[in-house]
């Protein structure tokens, strides 16, 4: 099984919401990843959690909080984001980090919308 | 630090012509390479990798890629092109931090958006 899910499919939210993204795995990885697309962008990379403990956050603001209560799971807390913060979110993950030669499987997505 | 050059933004082909996509790479380390595919509104899915075990590297739905040291390139091919192959195609390169370590960055061209005509 090489799949990663994420739900939900879409979301709209205010700008004063408090709402959460989640992502799932059960490929055994230890490295899971949030990206950020806009459209017709490439992903940006978010947050990288290794073995459970946030090893990269790439100057995200604050409003995002990312999450990994176990090593199947990571979730993405949103509280008063802003309309350019509509994106695509990715989640991705990778049998580690400590080797450049890992692949990333991305799950589908989640098409945020903020209004 | 590591970065690729996707030529060409857009792709236009036929139906059954050759598919030709241009990734080019900067890396002062030998450098781990992937091609993935998005489909309108879905996820990445890995096509293939390179990761120095041979040149010319054969992945999912026909596509194979050949990296060439000389010319800092991890070109994607298909010999003939189908109505499903349109999508946009990313190639990226894994940042290696010295000794080898990636810590997860993969870097995104600006990726190449295919169109297979009938």
């Known amino acids: 099984d090489t799949e990663v899910t994420q739900t939900p499919k879409h979301l709209v939210m205010g700008m004063t919401n408090k709402k959460s993204l989640k992502c799932e795995q059960h490929?055994?990885?230890?490295?899971m990843y949030w990206y950020k697309q806009k459209a017709k962008k490439p992903p940006e990379l978010m947050f990288v959690y290794s073995y459970e403990k946030l090893s990269i956050n790439e100057s995200v603001p604050s409003r995002f909080s990312p999450e990994c209560p176990n090593s199947s799971l990571l979730n993405l807390h949103l509280h008063a984001l802003q309309p350019e913060d509509s994106a695509l979110y990715l989640c991705a993950s990778s049998p580690g980090v400590t080797l450049s030669s890992y692949e990333q499987y991305f799950g589908p997505g989640t098409r945020l919308t903020v209004t | 630090a590591q970065s690729v050059t996707q030529l060409g933004s857009h792709v236009s082909v036929s139906e059954g012509a050759l598919v030709l996509l241009r990734c080019n790479y900067s890396s002062s380390v030998p450098p781990y390479l992937f091609w993935y595919v998005q489909y309108p509104n879905q996820g990445l899915q890995l096509l293939l990798k390179?990761?120095?075990?041979?040149?010319l590297v054969k992945g999912i739905n026909g596509f194979e890629a050949e990296f060439k040291k000389s010319e800092t390139s991890f070109h994607l091919t298909k010999p003939s092109a189908h109505m499903r192959d349109a999508a946009e195609y990313f190639c990226a390169v894994t940042h290696t931090l010295a000794g080898g370590t990636s810590y997860g960055k993969l870097t995104f061209g600006q990726g190449t958006i295919l169109t297979v005509h009938p």
């Open positions: 490929m055994g990885h230890r490295a």
């Open positions: 390179y990761t120095s075990a041979a040149t």
